[in-house]
C-alpha cells in the first residue's frame, strides 16, 4: 500500500493534519509522502499563495469573510475550470501513476477539487479521500467527487449532506501529532522544557502566523493576573510579534515569549490554561490534550464557526475582549470545577486517534478493493 497526502500552503493546520497522518502511517511502515497540491501547477503559484494567504490573514482578515460568504452563494454555480488546473490535475495524475500510488488524501479542499479532476482522469483504482479540518461545512466541498468524506464530527453529516448530497461520511475526527495524544505528567513536561513557574501557568496561541493583537492579550492578563500566572506566548513564524512580545517581556518579568517551535504539545501540556485562536486544528489539538481553552479574536468565516461549534459544547469559551478574556481566564485559574467540565466535554466531542481510525479505514479500504 502506497498513499499520497495533498496539502496546501494556504493555511498551518492543513499541513499539520497531513503530517499527523503522515506520522502515523510511519509508525505503520506504509509508504507515505506528503506534497502540497499547488506545486503541480507551479512551485512560484504555490509560493505566491503562501504569501497571499498571511498577508490577507494579517492585515486584512475582512476578506476571508467576504470570500466565505462569495463562495457559498456560487459553489453549486461554477462549472469552468480553467488551463492551469487542468494542466495541474495532469500533472497530479502523472504523478499518482508515475509512483504507483494506490490512495491519496486531501487536506485542504482546493486540494480536494484538484483531486476530483485528476480521478476523472486515472483508469487505474486509486482510493481517494478528503479530511475536513474545520467544524462547519467546507465551500466548494460540492465541486468534489471523491470515494470518502472524513469529517471532524458526527454532528456536521446533516449539513454535508445537505449540501453536498449523499456520500460515505466518515466522522472519524481530525488527525493531530502523538505529541498530543501523550499522557505525561505537567511536571515532566515542564522539566523536560526547563519551566519552572511557582504559579498557573498560562499559554497563548496565535497560529502558525502570530495571528491576533497578542500584545494588548498579555497586558490584559498581567494586569489582571500578573501576581498568580505565569505567561507563555508561542509566536509561530511572526518574527515582529516575537519582537514586540520580547520588548513588553522586559516590563513584565513573568511573560515568557517563544519562537516557533516544534514542541507545541509539551506547552500546552505544561499548562494550567490555553488562549488559541480558533484554527479548527489548533482547538482540536488543545481539546485532545485536555486542556480548558478559551478562544481568542477569529480570522472571520470559517473559525467563526468553530468558535460556534466548541463552545456551543461546552468544549471551550470565547473572549471578545482582552479585558474580558482575562477576566474568563481569572475564573478558569480559580475554579477547577469549570475545567474538570470542560475536559469531559472535549473528550466526549473530540478523538484523540483520528489519524490511526482513518489509516485502519483506509487500509481496510484497500484490502476490500
Not at 258 to 263: G, L, Q
Not at 334 to 353: E, K, L, S, T, Y
Request: aromatic residues 8%; contains cysteine.
Amino acid at each position: 500500500m502506497k498513499i499520497l497526502i495533498l496539502s496546501s500552503n494556504n493555511g498551518g493546520g492543513h499541513n499539520s493534519a497531513a503530517k499527523a497522518l503522515l506520522e502515523e502511517a510511519k509508525e505503520r511502515n506504509i509508504e507515505c509522502v506528503m506534497v502540497d497540491a499547488m506545486i503541480f501547477s507551479s512551485p512560484k503559484r504555490s509560493e505566491r499563495m503562501e504569501k497571499i494567504h498571511i498577508g490577507a490573514a494579517l492585515h486584512a482578515p475582512y476578506l476571508f469573510n467576504i470570500a466565505n460568504r462569495m463562495a457559498l452563494r456560487l459553489e453549486q454555480k461554477i462549472k469552468y475550470k480553467g488551463r492551469v488546473q487542468k494542466r495541474a490535475a495532469e500533472h497530479l495524475k502523472q504523478f499518482v501513476l508515475d509512483n504507483d500510488f494506490d490512495t491519496v488524501i486531501a487536506t485542504q479542499v482546493f486540494s480536494a477539487i484538484l483531486l476530483t479532476d485528476m480521478k476523472a482522469k486515472v483508469s487505474k483504482n486509486v482510493t481517494t479521500c478528503f479530511i475536513v479540518t474545520d467544524y462547519c461545512y467546507i465551500p466548494f466541498t460540492a465541486m468534489t467527487n471523491l470515494d470518502v468524506y472524513f469529517l471532524p464530527h458526527k454532528d456536521l453529516i446533516p449539513e454535508y449532506s445537505r449540501q453536498k448530497g449523499e456520500m460515505l461520511y466518515l466522522p472519524f475526527g481530525i488527525p493531530v501529532s502523538k505529541q498530543f495524544v501523550r499522557a505525561n505528567s505537567d511536571k515532566d513536561v515542564r522539566t523536560k522544557l526547563k519551566i519552572y513557574p511557582k504559579t498557573k501557568m498560562i499559554l497563548v496561541l496565535s497560529g502558525s502566523m502570530g495571528y491576533g493583537d497578542i500584545r494588548a492579550i498579555c497586558c490584559g492578563l498581567l494586569e489582571e493576573l500578573g501576581e498568580i500566572t505565569d505567561v507563555y506566548v508561542i509566536c509561530g513564524r511572526n518574527k515582529h510579534l516575537f519582537r514586540q512580545i520580547s520588548e513588553l517581556s522586559i516590563a513584565y518579568k513573568s511573560l515568557h515569549v517563544i519562537e516557533y517551535t516544534n514542541c507545541v504539545g509539551d506547552y500546552v501540556g505544561a499548562s494550567d490554561l490555553v488562549l488559541s485562536k480558533p484554527g479548527g486544528l489548533s482547538a482540536t489539538e488543545v481539546a485532545v490534550k485536555g486542556k480548558p481553552l478559551i478562544f481568542t479574536k477569529p480570522i472571520p468565516g470559517w473559525e467563526e464557526e468553530n468558535i460556534r461549534f466548541f463552545t456551543n459544547r461546552g468544549m471551550a469559551l470565547a473572549a471578545k475582549t482582552p479585558r474580558e478574556l482575562a477576566q474568563l481566564a481569572r475564573g478558569f485559574l480559580i475554579d477547577d470545577h469549570i475545567c474538570i467540565q470542560m475536559q469531559q466535554q472535549q473528550r466526549r466531542h473530540v478523538n484523540g486517534f483520528a489519524g490511526r481510525d482513518i489509516l485502519d479505514f483506509v487500509e481496510n479500504y484497500f484490502v476490500l478493493l
